[in-house]
Structures are given as C-alpha cells and as structure tokens.
C-alpha cells in the first residue's frame, strides 16, 4: 500500500512538473507596455471618446470658419453680436473641445491602468508558480530520501508522513497558483483582443521597479491641483461664464440688470464647482497617499523578513546537515522562505502599482471628469 501511495506521488509530481515547460511554448515575449497599447487599440470605449473628440473638431472647425466670414462682414456691420461670434463663440468652442480631449485622455489612463492591474497579477502568479514549482520539487525529493531512509530503518513513519503532508500542501498551493495565472492570461488576452488561450514564452518585468522613496503629499496634492481634469474643466467653465457677462452688459445694457444677477449666479455656481472640485481632488490623492505610504512600508517589512527567512534557511541546512534538526523541521523553515519570497514580490509588484496610480492621480486622472481620480 505504502508503495502504491509513492507510486501515485511519483505520477502526480511528473504530471505537474510537466505542465510548465508546456507554457512557455508558444508566441513573443509579454511586457507591460504591450499589455498596455495592444488594451488601449482594442478599448471600445476609447474608441467611441475618439469619435466624439472627433465630431467635437468638426464642430470647432465649424465655428472657426463662422468666424472668417464674421471678420469679413464687420467692415460692414460693427456689431456686438459679430464681435461675440468672433470672439468669445470660438472660445466656448474651444474649450469644450479640449474637454472631450482630455476625456479622453482620462479614459486613455484608466485603460491602462487596468492593463497595468492586470499585468501585475499575472506576475504575481507566475513568480508564485516558479517559486512553488521549485519548491514542489525539493520537497518531492526530499520525500523520496525519507522514504527511503525509513525503509532502512533510519527514519521513523511519522517523518514520512510528515514528508508526504509537506509535499501534498505544497502541490495543492502549486496548482492553486496555476489557477491564478492561467485566469490571469485570459483576462490579459480578452483585454488585448487575442485569443484567450494564447501563451507567451516569457514575461518581462525588468521595467518594474519601486521607487525607494516617494514624495510628500503636499507635493503630490500641489501636482493634481494643477493638472487635474475636474480643476481644468470647472476653471474652463468659470472663465466662460466671466466672459459671457462681459460681452452680454455690452450688448444689452438697456434692462440688464436681470441678466447681469441671473450670469452672476451662474458664475458662483461655477465658482462653487472648482473649489468643490479642488476639495475632492485633494481629498482624493489623500487617500491614495494612505495606501502609497502603507504600500512602501509593507515593502520595507517584506524585505526584511525576506531576508530574515534567507538566514534562517541557511542557518538550517547547517543544523540539518550537522544533524542538530529533523527533515521536516527543515521543511518547515524551506517553505517559510518561499513565502518570505512570494510576499515580498507581492509587496514590490503592488508598490510600483500604486506609485503609477498616484502619477497618473496628479495628472489628468484616471475616471471620468464627473468623479474621482
């Protein structure tokens, strides 16, 4: 029986150890910014903001030339109403075309963030897979020398077994991981438009690196104030609307009174919505700062105990092999480090994450103007 059971380890192990070379069998080699471009050329949703900036420009270029022939006819006809169409009708224009672009733009970021996101997942599951495969298999071996130093009696049953629960967990978490990244490779694959099982030979992740150090938040906020699309689209609006009661006291200055509170209102409406809008954007990089900052220190704490389980491991194999400590007590420490690294990867992948979320907060953003970030 005991026989039988090694035989079924045996066959499990050489069926897992064989599915990933299988993978990397097929097609280029994956990087981020791939992820990233081929997402953004295959987003309907970029499309469909592409084709309203487009009918925007129409628009705008409409006007502009409403415009030339308004300059033309006011060597004959010295007019307010000409000088509003001249002046002030392509400024509306034009500022309600750039916020299309940068809608734009802002659709553009959240695409890639996603892309980015689902990248990092994928990395993650693969570093967790060649970890936990490398693991897999030093246990697997070290299963096979117990067994075999039992059978000349130099082991007892319970180190055995021990053996053999320390390689089954480790094969479950091993195909757990698998799980992940093929879910992964989907995900990816749907997002850039190709077919859903398709593999890649490798993973590039040399572009992936943390910063050390991140700035303070009152730089960060100072940032978003200043390139933010709510801000720009809210102090567009106010501008616009100063402007347009301007040029209508001009116009009708007989019984004005009306309309000059009706455009003031207006204009503190508009002054209401960029203060408004620079609350929530502050408001909106804090809280991403709470989540940069813990990032960063759960960083600091997984590189020390990444290299706190580094010591103990090698200070083990010295036990182990002076015979101060058992087989499975070296196990223990074995899949301890593995961890230790598997987390510190997370905690690295998941730092560099959130350092491009805050670059992109502090520029344009990355949902829609209506929202946050």
Same mark, same amino acid.
């Given at each position: 029986?005991?026989?039988?059971?090694?035989?079924?380890?045996?066959?499990?192990?050489?069926?897992?150890?064989?599915?990933?070379?299988?993978?990397?069998?097929?097609?280029?080699?994956?990087?981020?910014?791939? !992820?990233?471009?081929?997402?953004? =050329?295959?987003?309907? $949703?970029?499309? /469909?903001?592409?084709?309203? !900036?487009?009918?925007?420009?129409? %628009?705008?270029?409409?006007?502009?030339?409403? !415009?030339?022939?308004?300059?033309?006819?006011?060597?004959?006809?010295?007019?307010? *109403?000409?000088? &509003?169409?001249?002046?002030?009708?392509?400024?509306?224009?034009?500022? *309600?075309?750039?916020?299309?672009?940068? =809608?734009?733009?802002?659709?553009?970021?959240?695409?890639?963030?996603?892309?980015?996101?689902?990248?990092?997942?994928?990395?993650?599951?693969?570093?967790?897979?060649?970890?936990?495969?490398?693991?897999?298999?030093?246990?697997?071996?070290?299963?096979?020398?117990?067994?075999?130093?039992?059978?000349? +009696?130099?082991?007892?049953?319970? *180190?055995?077994?021990?053996?053999?629960?320390?390689? &089954?967990?480790?094969?479950?978490?091993?195909?757990?991981?698998?799980?992940? @990244?093929?879910?992964?490779?989907?995900?990816?694959?749907? @997002?850039?438009?190709?077919?859903?099982?398709?593999?890649?030979?490798?993973?590039?992740?040399?572009?992936?690196?943390?910063?050390?150090?991140?700035?303070?938040? &009152?730089?960060?906020?100072?940032?978003?104030?200043?390139?933010?699309? =709510?801000?720009?689209?809210?102090?567009?609006?106010?501008?616009?609307?100063?402007?347009?009661?301007?040029?209508? /006291?001009?116009?009708?200055?007989?019984?004005?009174?009306?309309?000059?509170?009706?455009?003031?209102?207006?204009?503190?409406?508009?002054?209401?919505?960029?203060?408004?809008?620079?609350?929530?954007?502050?408001?909106?990089?804090?809280?991403?700062?709470? +989540?940069?900052?813990? +990032? @960063?220190?759960?960083?600091?704490?997984?590189?020390?105990? $990444?290299?706190? %389980?580094?010591?103990?491991?090698?200070?083990?194999?010295?036990?182990?092999?002076?015979?101060?400590?058992?087989?499975?007590?070296?196990?223990? !420490?074995?899949?301890?480090?593995?961890?230790?690294?598997?987390?510190?990867?997370?905690? =690295?992948?998941? %730092?560099?994450?959130?350092?491009?979320?805050?670059?992109?907060?502090?520029?344009?953003?990355?949902?829609? $103007?209506?929202?946050?970030?």
């Amino acid at each position: 029986m005991k026989k039988i059971f090694s035989l079924v380890l045996l066959v499990a192990f050489i069926v897992i150890s064989t599915i990933q070379p299988a993978r990397a069998s097929t097609d280029a080699v994956l990087d981020i910014e791939r !992820v990233a471009i081929k997402t953004v =050329e295959n987003s309907q $949703a970029i499309k /469909l903001t592409g084709e309203y !900036v487009n009918l925007m420009q129409k %628009a705008y270029s409409g006007v502009k030339s409403g !415009v030339d022939q308004a300059k033309w006819m006011v060597q004959f006809v010295n007019s307010y *109403e000409l000088l &509003e169409s001249i002046v002030l009708a392509p400024k509306l224009m034009e500022h *309600e075309l750039n916020k299309t672009v940068r =809608e734009q733009a802002v659709v553009t970021n959240a695409m890639r963030l996603s892309a980015y996101q689902s990248y990092i997942n994928l990395l993650k599951g693969d570093y967790a897979v060649k970890t936990r495969s490398e693991l897999m298999s030093s246990l697997y071996d070290d299963y096979k020398k117990i067994r075999t130093q039992q059978e000349q +009696g130099m082991a007892a049953e319970s *180190e055995v077994r021990l053996a053999e629960i320390a390689f &089954e967990q480790a094969r479950y978490n091993y195909l757990n991981a698998q799980n992940s @990244m093929d879910s992964s490779y989907m995900t990816i694959n749907q @997002m850039m438009g190709e077919p859903l099982s398709k593999k890649y030979s490798a993973l590039k992740d040399n572009n992936i690196i943390p910063a050390q150090k991140i700035g303070s938040l &009152e730089d960060y906020i100072a940032k978003a104030l200043t390139n933010r699309v =709510e801000i720009l689209n809210a102090q567009g609006d106010l501008d616009g609307k100063k402007e347009q009661l301007i040029y209508g /006291l001009v116009k009708s200055p007989i019984g004005s009174e009306f309309y000059e509170q009706e455009q003031e209102y207006e204009i503190e409406k508009a002054e209401n919505q960029l203060e408004l809008s620079k609350i929530n954007v502050q408001m909106n990089i804090t809280d991403l700062y709470t +989540g940069l900052e813990a +990032g @960063m220190k759960n960083l600091d704490a997984m590189r020390h105990l $990444a290299k706190q %389980a580094e010591l103990n491991y090698n200070a083990a194999l010295v036990q182990y092999e002076n015979s101060m400590i058992t087989l499975p007590e070296l196990n223990n !420490v074995r899949i301890a480090k593995a961890e230790a690294d598997i987390n510190l990867k997370n905690a =690295e992948l998941d %730092a560099w994450f959130m350092q491009m979320m805050m670059g992109m907060a502090c520029d344009l953003g990355f949902q829609s $103007a209506n929202g946050a970030a």
